[in-house]
């Protein structure tokens, strides 16, 4: 059986939509945490586990009868690492054959501004001194994330971040999805490492030009400095642990860090990920 934890986010969604469309659902389990809102899952025949990452007495009924468990990473919490941990230490208590990890693709992780990224590479450390067999898959950031930097009046505001020039090779986190699923079909437990990202890279200017061909309606870009963009958060009531991190997030695109390019992505689809110019049509409905 194949676990997915984190099964009823975003991503765990995308990848057991592809799932439960090439292998039969009782060789699938979903982790939650609340059962109500796996009833769908549950309805189609899927196997559902409640618990939490913090909660190891949870962890390990959970993984009973499991053959691979993907690891989605939680959220931004203090206590995200330990709580993964967690789930690698059940896995292993659990004879589990191997574990999968959504990760980052970041280019210099030594040299982040948002520290709160390296979690994601101790957490690959700790997985690789586990001694399970285990499969890395190190994801670009989402292009569905636009809509929150850009803000929902773009057409009118256009985009004013703090972001400089920097180029970020943005892929469906759909696609991601389904990539990491066709990985998991193949239940093939070597260790390796997968760099899921988009064919080319983007700036924020090119995602205006493709919010201003989609839509008919002029948008630009304009890089604005860090206070400026701090102070407008400010007059949202934003608290300064979001501001800190937003900047923080955005500097990294500045200085290049989501800027890699690998084929790994297009390998796994069989073909080429959604373009920046169709994912911005599906993501502002334009």
């Given at each position: 059986?194949?676990?997915?934890?984190?099964?009823?986010?975003?991503?765990?969604?995308?990848?057991?939509?592809?799932?439960?469309?090439?292998?039969?659902?009782?060789?699938?389990?979903?982790?939650?945490?609340?059962?109500?809102?796996?009833?769908?899952?549950q309805?189609?025949?899927?196997?559902?586990?409640?618990?939490?990452?913090?909660?190891?007495?949870?962890?390990?009924?959970?993984m009973?009868?499991?053959?691979?468990?993907?690891?989605?990473?939680?959220?931004?919490?203090?206590?995200?690492?330990?709580?993964?941990?967690?789930?690698?230490?059940?896995?292993?208590?659990?004879?589990?054959q191997?574990?999968?990890?959504?990760?980052?693709?970041?280019?210099?992780?030594?040299?982040?501004?948002?520290?709160?990224?390296?979690?994601?590479?101790?957490?690959?450390?700790?997985?690789?001194?586990?001694?399970?067999?285990?499969?890395?898959?190190?994801?670009?950031?989402?292009?569905?994330?636009?809509?929150?930097?850009?803000?929902?009046?773009?057409?009118?505001?256009?985009?004013?971040?703090?972001?400089?020039?920097?180029?970020?090779?943005?892929?469906?986190?759909?696609d991601?999805?389904?990539?990491?699923?066709?990985?998991?079909?193949?239940?093939?437990?070597?260790?390796?490492?997968?760099?899921?990202?988009?064919?080319e890279?983007?700036?924020?200017?090119?995602?205006?030009?493709?919010?201003?061909?989609?839509?008919?309606?002029?948008?630009?870009?304009?890089?604005?400095?860090d206070?400026?963009?701090?102070?407008?958060?400010?007059?949202?009531?934003?608290?300064?642990?979001?501001?800190?991190?937003?900047?923080?997030?955005?500097?990294?695109i500045?200085?290049g860090?989501?800027?890699?390019?690998?084929?790994?992505?297009a390998?796994?689809?069989?073909?080429?990920?959604?373009?920046?110019?169709?994912?911005?049509?599906?993501?502002?409905?334009?």
């Amino acid at each position: 059986m194949i676990l997915v934890t984190g099964a009823t986010g975003h991503l765990g969604t995308a990848v057991l939509q592809t799932l439960l469309q090439n292998t039969p659902t009782t060789q699938l389990a979903a982790l939650v945490r609340d059962v109500q809102k796996a009833a769908a899952l549950q309805a189609q025949g899927v196997s559902i586990r409640v618990g939490t990452y913090g909660d190891p007495a949870a962890l390990d009924r959970a993984m009973q009868g499991i053959e691979q468990v993907l690891l989605i990473s939680g959220g931004g919490e203090e206590e995200a690492l330990q709580e993964h941990k967690n789930v690698v230490d059940a896995a292993k208590r659990a004879g589990v054959q191997c574990i999968a990890y959504t990760s980052r693709a970041l280019k210099d992780p030594s040299t982040l501004v948002n520290e709160l990224m390296g979690r994601h590479f101790d957490t690959e450390a700790y997985i690789q001194a586990s001694g399970l067999p285990h499969i890395l898959f190190r994801n670009i950031l989402y292009m569905d994330v636009l809509p929150l930097f850009t803000g929902p009046n773009v057409l009118e505001t256009g985009i004013n971040l703090p972001a400089g020039a920097g180029q970020v090779s943005f892929a469906l986190r759909r696609d991601m999805g389904e990539a990491i699923a066709n990985v998991l079909l193949e239940r093939n437990f070597t260790s390796r490492t997968y760099h899921f990202t988009g064919s080319e890279t983007y700036s924020f200017h090119d995602v205006a030009a493709a919010l201003t061909e989609a839509s008919g309606k002029q948008v630009r870009y304009t890089p604005v400095e860090d206070e400026a963009f701090a102070a407008g958060m400010r007059q949202r009531g934003l608290p300064e642990l979001a501001i800190e991190r937003t900047i923080g997030f955005l500097t990294d695109i500045k200085n290049g860090q989501e800027s890699e390019v690998s084929l790994d992505l297009a390998t796994v689809l069989g073909r080429q990920p959604t373009s920046l110019r169709e994912g911005v049509k599906q993501l502002y409905k334009l």
